[in-house]
């Protein structure tokens, strides 16, 4: 069994939303040194594939890889299996996936090989729905309850954490505990435009409220200097 990776002590991770390599090393580059790691998702994959990630990789940066991994239990640790080897420190499925495809993605990062498994986290409910959303899918509950339930199922079944909107956070830790990891996207700094992130917070806010990674991208990829962009919130967090 291979040991579990440590999270860089600086929370945030920069969403590389972008097909485009070149760009997104240039991204990478421009924020080093001012935040925690990268993170890549299917925009990015779909264009790069496993080559792409390895790039990424190379530059010294801790990546989440959000591939969101959904299918049956055998396929999911089939998919963990084939990324768990490419360096990052943090890969994820979706919790309404159920019990067995948890449970298959959790032993499969467990039996990868090199000197560290990836952090496996669920996904509870995406941060670009509210309630208004769920009802329209069949979900009756409230987002909150809904994804303290994911939460839990996720953490019985052995996952290192989840992903959650800022407003969950509070009532996740009561559920899950202190050590159980929050990954927390939909966080724009009081300075920067909401876009399509429905329940949002600032990233001072998001961290004292105890989340453990703060996944931003626009507010810094969009700013006419990333760079200090990424200082700036930085700052802030300090």
């Not at 080093?32 to 925009?43: A, M």
């Not at 000197?115 to 909150?144: H, K, N």
Request: net charge negative.
């Amino acid at each position: 069994m291979t040991d579990t990776p440590k999270l860089p002590d600086n929370p945030v991770f920069v969403a590389l939303d972008t097909p485009d390599l070149d760009l997104a090393l240039r991204w990478c580059e421009a924020v080093r040194g001012h935040v925690g790691g990268v993170k890549t998702g299917l925009e990015f994959f779909s264009a790069n594939g496993a080559d792409g990630v390895r790039t990424i990789v190379d530059t010294g940066l801790p990546i989440f890889l959000d591939l969101k991994f959904h299918d049956i239990p055998n396929t999911v640790a089939g998919a963990v299996r084939a990324v768990a080897g490419l360096g990052a420190a943090i890969v994820n499925v979706h919790a309404s996936g159920g019990p067995a495809m948890l449970d298959a993605a959790r032993n499969a990062a467990e039996q990868a090989g090199g000197p560290a498994r990836p952090l496996v986290i669920a996904v509870t409910v995406l941060t670009s729905m509210d309630d208004g959303d769920l009802r329209a899918v069949g979900q009756a509950a409230p987002a909150e309850e809904q994804v303290v339930r994911l939460a839990a199922l996720s953490r019985d079944h052995g996952l290192d954490g989840v992903v959650c909107s800022p407003a969950e956070i509070g009532p996740i830790r009561a559920a899950c505990g202190p050590d159980f990891k929050l990954i927390v996207p939909g966080i724009r700094p009081d300075w920067a435009v909401s876009g399509d992130q429905k329940r949002i917070t600032t990233p001072r806010e998001a961290r004292d409220r105890g989340a453990d990674v703060l996944v931003i991208g626009r507010p810094i990829t969009g700013a006419d200097d990333p760079a200090a962009a990424a200082a700036r919130i930085s700052k802030e967090l300090a």
